[in-house]
């Protein structure tokens, strides 16, 4: 997925090393940037851009290449990668306990939770708008 950004900056030429894309790379598995596409953005411009020149161009790439990644569901991930359920099922079973699964089923079931989590981060992400 990423390996065509780093074509897209060089075509943009940005001059990327892919030493430079590879801390980009380690820094995503380090979990700094928790699913937040603001974070996600900071890092990638802080991995792969040397010259603060360059940066106008590095948005245009970006905002081109990664449009309409805040729209993405898991749902819609799931359904493109066509993970199946029993393989979800599995996962759950192995990650969590049988006290987790019957709290979460209590709380109306894995897809109300997620309805849940997505509200209180749309929440959350107004409060900290406002500061």
């Known amino acids: ?3 065509n950004f780093f074509f897209k900056l060089k075509d943009a030429r940005i001059p990327v090393t892919l030493n430079e894309f590879f801390t980009f790379l380690q820094s995503i598995k380090l979990d700094f940037i928790q699913f937040n596409t603001e974070n996600f953005y900071y890092m990638a411009r802080a991995s792969l851009v040397k010259d603060e020149r360059l940066i106008d161009r590095f948005d245009v790439v970006f905002a081109e290449y990664f449009k309409g990644i ?4 898991l749902e ?3 359904e493109h990668l066509k ?5 979800l099922q599995k996962m759950l079973d192995k990650h969590f306990t ?3 699964i019957e709290e979460i089923k209590s709380l109306g079931g894995f897809d109300e939770l997620m309805k849940t989590l997505e509200q209180r981060l749309k929440e ?3 409060t900290s708008s406002r500061w």
């Not at 805040?70 to 569901?73: H, Y």
């Open 98 to 100: 049988k006290e987790e």
């Open 1 to 3: 997925m990423f390996l």
């Open 124 to 126: 959350q992400k107004k």
């Open 76 to 78: 819609d991930v799931l």
């Open 83 to 87: 993970v199946p359920k029993e393989w």
């Open 70 to 73: 805040e729209t993405l569901k």
